[in-house]
């Protein structure tokens, strides 16, 4: 992949951050880094902080506590907003504009505008460019979204739900168009999204944020080999042992038979069948488990001085 001379840097580094509304804490104390080049899940319960977080990235919001930087520099600045783009949930795009009005206005507004990479991904769908943005299907306006996001060219896309209102099918299209773009331009991605399927699917890097902050970051590959499931009977001779020694994510009973999804702290005794869990159980049983210690791989441990340079 070309990362664009951004291999080992921080697209996204925030420490202590946090925000609060009157009514209450929206985020808190929010740490951790997103390596550049990745395309990373963001993944938490409703309520969670999720916009919010993607609006303190995006400078559409101020934190109340702690500090974010994008690519080194502070969100409101000239850098990090020309490096950055966000998609919100209601992708606004102007009803009577046609898409090659749209597209237009993207190249007014944006220095960095590629003309090209904007309209390929339009042509890729088949959307003629007279076609006026009202007459278009949801997935179709999803896409001229894209492609005006990636027109922009930017080194730090911020998606919020982005697919939540498509059908499976253009779900996994614009998945391609949004992974392929990625990859071409070594764009990093934070993307929010409930399709836990769909993350898998895209996702090589995994923010999960719950109340109180994060629960899972990291690479995916090294979320999935710190975690083993674990079938074992409940009762009778020869039935599992205590896993004291481990962190237990979850553990369930159904009839006799008991699944605990653990962080084994060296190898596993006892009459236990283990297997390697997939990215959808283990973020189910985070989801479920919101008092299991947080794991935080090195790659995604933010340096204080980083967030807050
Ligand atoms: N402008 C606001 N004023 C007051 N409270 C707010 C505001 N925006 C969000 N909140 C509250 O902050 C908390 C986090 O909201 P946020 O939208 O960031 O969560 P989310 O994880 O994106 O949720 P969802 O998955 O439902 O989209 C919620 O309790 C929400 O009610």
């Given at each position: 992949m070309d990362n664009g001379g951004t291999a080992g840097t921080s697209?996204?580094?925030a420490y202590g951050l946090g925000k609060r509304y009157r009514r209450g804490w929206a985020l808190q104390d929010c740490t951790f880094r997103l390596p550049a080049g990745r395309i990373c899940g963001l993944v938490g319960p409703n309520g969670s902080g999720k916009t919010t977080l993607m609006g303190l990235v995006t400078h559409l919001l101020k934190p109340t506590t702690g500090s974010v930087r994008v690519f080194g520099a502070l969100p409101g600045s000239e850098e990090a907003r020309r490096r950055t783009a966000f998609l919100a949930q209601e992708k606004p795009l102007f009803r009577r504009f046609t898409?090659?009005?749209?597209?237009?206005?993207?190249?007014?507004?944006?220095?960095r505008?590629?003309?090209?990479?904007?309209e390929d991904i339009v042509r890729a769908g088949d959307i003629p460019l007279g076609?006026?943005?009202?007459?278009?299907s949801g997935g179709q306006r999803t896409r001229v979204a894209f492609a005006l996001a990636f027109g922009r060219r930017p080194d730090l896309l911020v998606l919020d739900e982005p697919m939540s209102d498509l059908d499976p099918l253009v779900r996994h299209e614009l998945t391609s168009v949004l992974m392929a773009e990625a990859a071409e331009h070594g764009t990093t991605?934070?993307?929010?999204?409930?399709?836990?399927?769909?993350?898998?699917?895209?996702?090589?890097?995994?923010?999960?944020?719950?109340?109180?902050?994060?629960?899972l970051a990291g690479e995916v590959d090294e979320i999935l080999t710190a975690h083993t499931l674990l079938t074992g009977a409940r009762t009778g001779r020869g039935g599992p042992p205590r896993l004291d020694r481990h962190t237990v994510v979850e553990s369930r009973v159904s009839g006799r038979q008991v699944t605990a999804l653990v962080r084994p702290d060296?190898?596993?005794?006892?009459?236990?069948?283990?297997?390697?869990?997939n990215l959808e159980e283990v973020l189910l049983?985070?989801?479920?488990?919101?008092?299991?210690?947080?794991?935080?791989?090195?790659?995604?441990?933010a340096d204080p001085k980083a967030a807050a340079a």
């Open positions: 697209a996204i580094e898409v090659a009005e749209t597209l237009r206005l993207g190249r007014e507004l944006n220095p505008w590629e003309q090209q990479t904007a076609a006026r943005i009202g007459a278009l991605v934070l993307m929010s999204s409930h399709h836990l399927t769909d993350l898998e699917n895209s996702c090589d890097y995994l923010l999960v944020i719950a109340s109180g902050g994060v629960r060296g190898p596993v005794a006892g009459d236990w069948q283990a297997d390697s869990p049983a985070y989801l479920r488990s919101p008092g299991t210690p947080p794991l935080v791989s090195p790659s995604a441990q």
